[in-house]
């Protein structure tokens, strides 16, 4: 199978496999795990913060960042296509017990003025804000990935206001790759940051979050509060810390590969690619070649080829660790054959 449903369906490599096997462990609720230890020190020197925590899911990442920065009945600005808001199960008024005041953006990013306009004002009506999330690249808008100056923008707008940015960046590795600005830079004009190491990067397990030493000392609280108190948990910090070391600029050919099969797809009558791939995302709409979306999903499955759906008239590839370039001619000729 050529599975090109999301950047999450990889297997660790021989390298990961390794370093979990020889992985040095200790129990990392005491602070003993030394590839945990290695995992965070490395991962807080590349984005240029104090501190950085290993978490068990972006989910978690981005949970953790709402719970030490808010307090229930607070208010974050998020924009309206935010993981966080469709995809976390609610969890930021579930957990955290805050109200999300979403924004429509552009291609995922949010005008600045109106992330201003919506920052409440002192009222006894009122929640208080508290937080502003960003997403980079963003995941719904098709891997976009949102300009710096948009996010220099928003942190200016926000340090006026006091209020802190979390950035969730669980793909930020491959906007940075993309665009040649380094994630130090990006990270620059965030509080706080989450990023996956189990999506392009190829680990098997695991999230970090990352800002300054006040906020990640909190922040292990929550952790441990939530559970992700773990022990020798260097077995996967080892494959973590492969994937962060030697994998980044690997993403330059999922972005090679996406740009290939989008131009192969833009070259199919019937087929509309819907996103400008900057990454490693691609929507394509269907509805033109008489087939549903679970319809041509089946088709593609029927030739080895697994993709996921994007709303009622689209399907979404996700190029990956695991496909090679061979995968991706075959699934033009795959496509080619269903619409023909
Ligand atoms: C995948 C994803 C997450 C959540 O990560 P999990 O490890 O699946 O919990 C958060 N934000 C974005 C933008 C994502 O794409």
């Not at 109106?114 to 804000?129: A, C, G, L, M, S």
């Not at 300009?147 to 940075?176: C, K, Q, T, W």
């Not at 996921?308 to 699934?331: C, H, L, P, Q």
Request: proline residues 3%.
């Amino acid at each position: 199978m050529i599975d090109l449903r999301s950047d999450t369906v990889t297997k660790p490599s021989k390298a990961m496999r390794k370093a979990a096997y020889e992985a040095e462990v200790g129990d990392d609720v005491y602070g003993e795990d030394a590839t945990v230890n290695k995992l965070e020190e490395t991962a807080a020197e590349i984005l240029g913060k104090e501190s950085a925590l290993f978490v068990t899911s972006g989910t978690q990442g981005n949970q953790i960042a709402a719970l030490t920065h808010c307090k229930p009945g607070d208010e974050v600005i998020l924009e309206a296509n935010a993981h966080i808001f469709l995809y976390e199960a609610a969890a930021f008024s579930a957990l955290a017990g805050v109200q999300s005041n979403p924004i429509q953006g552009t291609r995922g990013a949010m005008n600045p003025k109106d992330v201003e306009t919506t920052i409440r004002k002192d009222d006894i009506h009122f929640p208080d804000t508290t937080l502003i999330c960003l997403e980079n690249t963003h995941n719904k808008a098709g891997g976009a990935i949102v300009p710096l100056e948009n996010m220099r923008e928003i942190y200016s707008i926000a340090n006026r206001n006091n209020i802190p940015v979390h950035l969730d960046g669980a793909r930020l590795f491959n906007a940075s790759v993309a665009s040649g600005i380094s994630v130090r830079t990006y990270a620059k004009y965030t509080d706080t940051v989450q990023f996956c190491l189990s999506k392009g990067l190829g680990a098997p397990v695991g999230s970090i979050i990352a800002g300054d030493r006040q906020f990640i000392a909190k922040a292990k609280k929550w952790r441990k509060r939530l559970g992700g108190g773990l022990r020798q948990a260097g077995i996967i910090a080892g494959p973590g810390l492969v994937a962060l070391t030697e994998n980044v600029e690997r993403l330059v050919e999922d972005h090679d590969f996406a740009k290939k099969l989008a131009n192969g797809l833009a070259n199919i009558d019937k087929l509309q690619v819907e996103n400008k791939v900057e990454t490693n995302i691609i929507l394509v709409n269907v509805k033109n070649t008489g087939y549903s979306v679970n319809q041509f999903l089946e088709e593609l499955k029927s030739r080895g080829i697994l993709a996921g759906a994007y709303g009622t008239n689209s399907i979404r590839f996700v190029t990956n660790y695991d496909v090679t370039k061979e995968d991706i001619e075959k699934t033009l000729v795959r496509i080619q054959e269903i619409v023909s």
